[in-house]
């Protein structure tokens, strides 16, 4: 028989090892991080602002001060939030600019340069030789500019962000906008992206470093992003309690995200990543532009994919059969003066014929409850009426799982949702385009439908 206190020092040890390991381990994560090696974003959870190309606003480079977005190096590397004009970008910039002609000049000295060579800089470079490269990369640039000018439209736009306290936040193109600044310029065409948008591109980052205590300047930028509509603050306060009172789904406030301000703390029903998944893919599909372009989205629930192709100058028609959705959808285009007409009606080929000739067309996990009702066929109806009527479709549909799925035989799932738009539409490229999990357990494959 075992001796009784022998089994307890035996249970003490084994916890105490278990502690020691678990100490070990978080004690290297937290010296890989005070190392402050950047190693850049991850674009598949969120809006890529790599190749933006419009609409474009023109803003002066001087009539506001500009900061440094989020970096997530520790605090003592950080240059988030820091005035970005005396940052080490624009001093190299304005350094190679007075003497990038003299022969004994040598960038290698510069700020940039070190902090490059130390991994300090937000960018995955370190090391000599890919400092010395990501330096020569930067004085072509910056030649570029000087002999040719800056073309957003043809190489992609600086990408900014509004400020809590009226500031711009440098999201994407800090070598672009150095460059502009050192050489002079003022007035230039920038993206203003969308502070929900922004957060959601940094959001993985923000949630893999520790320990959070030192990353208060990141988190203080991240937290600075957002343009308040003071106008009518009190008024979106009360829309804001009337939607928690509501509850309009079973575990959220609402079904996926408002992309305003405001609305940044309110739950959302499906899996935070997916509606900016979605939208990547429409942008994709559509090269980056949907300026002047009219937009179908069918099922729109609150409208996240209307309100967000609309702040880029879309034209967008939204249908959605919920009345209480519909309502409150409404009273946001009031508020924020949105190009964006709703309707509170059912999914039917008519409708699809009284909106008329469109650019894009979103069905988005949708036409299932339309089949549900309706039967199989008169899906296929207002399925082919789309592709009479609109150039591209964006098209999702739940099989084999959730409610009202559509049913084939298990593993065939993306080649039935594919022969089933060739069978129904008259598109004659169909394109897999991405998948997303709006539940987290499930899988709805996306596809880009065009005429050729």
């Not at 249970?11 to 190693?39: D, E, N, P, W």
């Not at 893919?281 to 372009?293: P, S, T």
């Not at 490229?429 to 596809?447: A, E, K, N, S």
Request: hydrophobic fraction near 40%.
């Amino acid at each position: 028989m075992a001796n009784p206190v022998t089994s307890i020092i035996k249970r003490i040890l084994h916890k105490l090892k278990r502690l020691v390991a678990l100490g070990i381990q978080r004690s290297r994560q937290l010296v890989h991080t005070r190392r402050a090696r950047y190693h850049g974003l991850n674009n598949d959870a969120g809006i890529c602002y790599q190749t933006v190309k419009s609409p474009l606003t023109q803003i002066n480079l001087h009539a506001r001060p500009i900061v440094n977005s989020m970096d997530f190096l520790p605090d003592r590397h950080s240059l988030s939030g820091t005035d970005f004009v005396i940052g080490p970008h624009v001093e190299f910039a304005k350094a190679y600019i007075a003497n990038g002609d003299d022969p004994t000049w040598d960038y290698a000295k510069t700020r940039y340069y070190q902090l490059a060579v130390a991994g300090r800089l937000p960018f995955p470079v370190m090391g000599e030789c890919q400092a010395r490269m990501r330096c020569q990369k930067f004085i072509w640039m910056i030649e570029q500019i000087r002999r040719h000018g800056y073309k957003p439209r043809e190489f992609g736009a600086i990408a900014v962000a509004p400020t809590t306290d009226g500031k711009w936040m440098v999201i994407n193109g800090k070598h672009r906008c150095a460059a502009l600044l050192a050489l002079g310029e003022k007035n230039v065409d920038v993206f203003v992206g969308l502070d929900n948008e922004v957060r959601v591109q940094f959001r993985h980052l923000a949630e893999s470093v520790w320990p959070r205590s030192s990353y208060h300047l990141s988190f203080e930028a991240m937290e600075s992003l957002g343009k308040p509509n003071k106008d009518k603050a009190d008024e979106i306060q009360q829309l804001i309690e009337q939607i928690k009172k509501q509850k309009l789904e079973t575990w959220a406030n609402i079904y996926h995200p408002l992309p305003f301000y405001e609305f940044g703390n309110l739950t959302t029903q499906v899996a935070p990543d997916t509606s900016y998944q979605r939208l990547q893919m429409i942008l994709d599909a559509a090269d980056g532009n949907v300026e002047d372009k009219r937009v179908l989205d069918l099922g729109c629930n609150l409208g996240f994919y209307s309100f967000s192709l609309a702040h880029r100058g879309a034209r967008v028609t939204s249908v959605e059969m919920r009345a209480d959705y519909h309502d409150i959808s409404k009273r946001i285009v009031e508020l924020y003066d949105m190009n964006v007409r709703f309707r509170n009606e059912s999914l039917t080929p008519q409708l699809i014929d009284e909106v008329g000739d469109v650019d894009v067309t979103l069905c988005f996990s949708m036409i299932q409850w339309v089949i549900d009702q309706h039967g199989m066929d008169y899906g296929k109806q207002i399925l082919r009426k789309i592709s009479e009527r609109s150039k591209l479709l964006m098209f999702d549909v739940s099989v084999n799982m959730g409610a009202a799925c559509l049913v084939c035989p298990h593993g065939q799932e993306l080649v039935f949702v594919f022969d089933w738009l060739k069978e129904a539409t008259t598109y004659t490229d169909i394109q897999l385009v991405g998948q997303v999990h709006p539940y987290g357990v499930d899988t709805r494959y996306v596809f880009a439908c065009k005429h050729q």
